[in-house]
């Protein structure tokens, strides 16, 4: 007899020891009732097929071929009430197509007990499989429509559950795996239609389990997570226990005495380890959902701090804007001093609420772009026309070294660009106490590269690998400028990205300057 024809019956064996860890060692809910349902729907499936295999008589061919169609009528119907238990996607549709479903399951069920599912047998060189009738046909386009359905459920839930680490290689391990299984076992229908080919869909079972197996042990599928550790040191003790029983030789039997008591003390320290290791994942990920509840506080707040703050601050510019042009007379010539330095204040405050406002929006996925085609290398000269006062403050030269070349235009949000090139330069006149800056703008292709290069006081590598965080700055800028506050790079970078863009710097040292590179996708 034909080895191979065991394979089903290896294969139920192993999901059924599955399903019993499963059962005793996860946590009940709905989700892990109805994956114990499938599993024993696999078992009953490979049963039939072993059985269909060792089948003499074209009738006992058909009984068991209808054990496994009973399967394959329930299986696209449980699977798709788990994808939604699973993933929680409920809608009101989605609960119509599932009633739909079972109503349609049943009915194949019904239709499964007449001639008009199956009837006859095809004769092959590995055995015999039933022949599909009437009803058939329309059964495997309702198994073919609930699969689909399932996949699309995984798989929106897979993008969905993107910022949940753990959750998304859930979803990956059960959306990979079954379509893994679907693709191995589609061809058991092709023997129902007198096509010879030899049924080698029982494999799907093996791979069932590993995946099951993988997903459970390494993602904790249905909180399990020493199923496979105490499967497989109960197997290696039942092992090292028999064999002294097998073993004649004295010293060798004391040895493996020895061995089996160790071995069971270390096994022990194992599955101990092993569940204090989900403990301490199970904490780490309550405190990561606290963190996020708190940061999604923290950027409602900033955001709401920020509105409230920008209206009064906008009218106390307007204000003193009007007393230092004069338009409520001339005021005392000891007043205009301190009314400049409440101006410039104000202008910090203002800039320091956008930033805190820009975050906000960043963080919360918030941001409106308006993409248009312009010339970068009109935008910045007519940046560097605006800050060249601040530089001409400080002694030191601001230029833009033109192309050659006629530039094409960039497609980008032009406001966004101009604050984050803005952003840019106003820092490097801050930082920058003798020499000055030089931008330069390159073709490179499909992009434009903007390099604006300074003569401060440069970076080291630890400083250049923070620069773009929030709230983060190098020792020059706590020296040079107090008043920042660590906001415009990140905002800057997160701008650049927004619009498809790259932005790094790069510098040479300690008192050697500091080169930033912006570049931009050409339209």
Aim: hydrophobic share 45%; charged share 20%; proline share 3%.
């Amino acid at each position: 007899m034909n080895i191979a024809i065991y394979i089903p019956l290896v294969s139920a064996i192993f999901v059924l020891f599955l399903v019993l860890f499963i059962f005793l060692k996860g946590e009940k809910s709905k989700s892990q009732f109805l994956f114990l349902l499938i599993s024993f729907s696999f078992i009953l499936w490979f049963i039939g097929t072993f059985k269909m295999f060792t089948s003499e008589t074209d009738a006992e061919i058909i009984f068991w071929d209808k054990i496994n169609y009973i399967t394959a009528i329930f299986a696209p119907i449980l699977l798709y009430h788990f994808g939604l238990e699973f993933t929680k996607l409920y809608t009101k549709n989605k609960k119509k197509l599932l009633i739909i479903g079972y109503i349609l399951a049943v009915i194949f069920f019904l239709l499964l007990r007449t001639n008009y599912f199956i009837d006859d047998v095809y004769k092959y060189s590995w055995g015999g499989h039933a022949k599909a009738a009437i009803a058939h046909h329309p059964f495997v386009l309702y198994f073919i429509f609930y699969m689909c359905l399932f996949f699309f459920i995984l798989y929106e839930n897979y993008k969905r559950t993107k910022k949940d680490p753990l959750k998304n290689i859930q979803v990956k391990y059960l959306l990979w795996g079954f379509v893994i299984f679907s693709l191995v076992a589609s061809p058991a229908f092709l023997p129902a239609y007198g096509i010879s080919i030899y049924p080698f869909e029982y494999l799907a079972g093996v791979i069932f389990v590993i995946v099951a197996a993988v997903g459970i042990t390494r993602h904790f599928l249905f909180g399990v997570r020493v199923i496979l550790t105490e499967f497989l040191i109960g197997i290696m003790g039942l092992m090292l226990f028999i064999l002294p029983f097998l073993i004649e030789i004295p010293i060798l039997k004391t040895i493996t005495l020895i061995i089996l008591l160790l071995f069971c003390v270390f096994s022990y320290l194992l599955i101990r380890a092993t569940y204090q290791e989900i403990k301490r994942r199970n904490e780490i990920e309550k405190l990561y959902k606290e963190l996020e509840k708190l940061d999604k506080a923290k950027s409602e707040f900033v955001s709401i701090a920020s509105h409230q703050l920008r209206t009064p601050l906008t009218a106390v510019k307007g204000y003193i804007s009007m007393m230092l042009e004069n338009d409520y007379g001339n005021p005392p010539e000891k007043m205009k001093l301190p009314l400049k330095n409440i101006y410039t204040s104000n202008e910090r405050l203002i800039k320091l609420v956008n930033d805190l406002l820009n975050v906000s929006r960043i963080e919360a996925g918030r941001l409106q772009f308006k993409k248009e085609s312009f010339s970068l290398e009109e935008m910045i000269n007519s940046i560097i026309e605006e800050l060249r006062s601040l530089a001409e403050n400080k002694n030191i030269y601001l230029k833009l070294e033109k192309s050659k070349k006629v530039l094409p235009n960039i497609f980008a949000d032009k406001d966004k660009i101009r604050q984050a090139i803005i952003n840019i330069i106003d820092n490097a006149i801050h930082y920058t106490e003798k020499g000055g800056i030089t931008v330069k703008i390159e073709n490179q292709g499909n992009k434009l590269r903007t390099s604006i290069t300074d003569t401060g006081e440069g970076m080291t590598k630890k400083e250049l690998s923070f620069l773009f965080e929030s709230f983060s700055r190098g020792k020059a800028g706590t020296k040079l400028w107090t008043e920042g506050a660590g906001l415009g790079l990140y905002v800057t970078k997160k701008f650049i990205e927004l619009n498809k863009g790259k932005a790094w710097a790069e510098s040479k040292g300690k008192n050697k300057g500091s080169t930033f590179y912006i570049e931009l996708p050409i339209k």
